[in-house]
């Protein structure tokens, strides 16, 4: 991972994440390589408390496995446990 | 326009079910989720919902999908609200036509039981004793 | 006034559904069926729908306690339309209301289920080629 | 059953049966003691085609057993096939 390059990508934050961060979105310089190590990053950064395998992961308007690759421009979601209905 | 609507403003059910009575198809199963005065015993004021808009279309058009190929449904259509929402407000509907009624039963219980599981939406309880909380379904 | 009722007026679905929603119950699922332009590969015209009310309401009372005991149903509406219809009306309507989905679902598929086996209520199709039959379910 | 009195019951037709019957009700002076016997005697009358078994039976505005015992002045409808909803 290390000899990635880094890659700009747009974060939106909904719900419980939005509130614990105080955004709706930012711009994140990062060298993960998929939306999972992006999230670790991001929750040690923010501090946290949430199940990182409680967290589904959307790229560009549609969710995706936590393994998809990350590319730079991307727009990326992070879905905490829903309930809607 | 597709199956699925997100909305700040009040579900119309008798508009959106006008929209399935185009077509002669025998039998029509509709859903409506309106928001209870309790919730594990505690008493609810009003809820708000968060949605998140693009993903939620494209995640229900996958329902959508699954749907179509279980159960031989003629046509569909889906409104869940967001923002607050007062007690007894509809927060979901969903409506399906089919020829016959076994079809139009199993998939709206699909469409509503996926929904739930899937869809990139939220609810924040507000109570009547000042807290409030995000609900987790799973 | 019993949940049931027979009506030779065309059924309003908005205004059944309006007398469930006095309670704040969460679910309510209903059933419409309207007639369909064809059965059995044959073209309707039009058909004619005969009922014998007092059998009817009392057998439908003997569902409803039924469905009550199986499901956890908070309120029930029903109308089955008599006399001739046109096309795409509604010939039988069902809302049912409940707590949680499970049940307004199942109690609603069951009520259905139950009242084409057993309510006395004939079908007289008229089809396009001049002839007419009455229609047998089972 | 030759030693019962007989008994007088209102006969409603439905559907099918009635147009066979070509009325929608009659006075029916029988000494049937239950309601299947009264079809079956009815049924040779107006030469029904239709199986006395599909037939459901009901007293006083409630379906009841073909078993049941006929009294005078009873309400009686003979429920052929039925086909709502």
């Known amino acids: ?85 | 326009m597709g199956a699925f609507r997100l909305t700040t403003e009040p579900i119309e059910p008798f508009r959106l079910e006008s929209e399935l009575e185009n077509t002669v198809t025998g039998a029509l199963v509709t859903f409506a989720g309106r928001v209870r005065n309790r919730n594990e015993g505690r008493d609810v004021l009003h809820l708000f919902y968060e949605g998140a808009n693009e993903i939620a279309s494209t995640e229900f058009e996958h329902i959508e999908t699954e749907a179509r190929s279980r159960f031989e449904i003629e046509d569909i259509r889906c409104a869940h609200r967001i923002g607050k929402l007062e007690l007894g407000e509809i927060a979901v509907w969903i409506g399906v036509s089919a020829r016959h009624r076994g079809a139009a039963f199993d998939g709206c219980r699909y469409l509503i039981d996926e929904l739930k599981q899937r869809l990139p939406i939220w609810k924040k309880e507000h109570y009547a004793d000042g807290d409030s909380g995000w609900i987790n379904h799973s």
């Open chain 1, 1 to 85: 991972m290390q000899d990635q390059p880094g890659a700009i990508v747009t974060v939106t934050w909904h719900a419980m994440l939005r509130e614990k961060t105080g955004r709706a979105q930012e711009e994140v310089s990062t060298r993960a390589a998929t939306p999972a190590e992006l999230f670790l990053e991001l929750a040690a950064r923010y501090e946290f408390s949430i199940p990182a395998d409680s967290i589904r992961f959307a790229v560009n308007g549609e969710i995706v496995s936590s393994k998809d690759g990350l590319q730079n421009g991307d727009r990326v979601s992070f879905l905490p446990p829903v309930s809607g209905g």
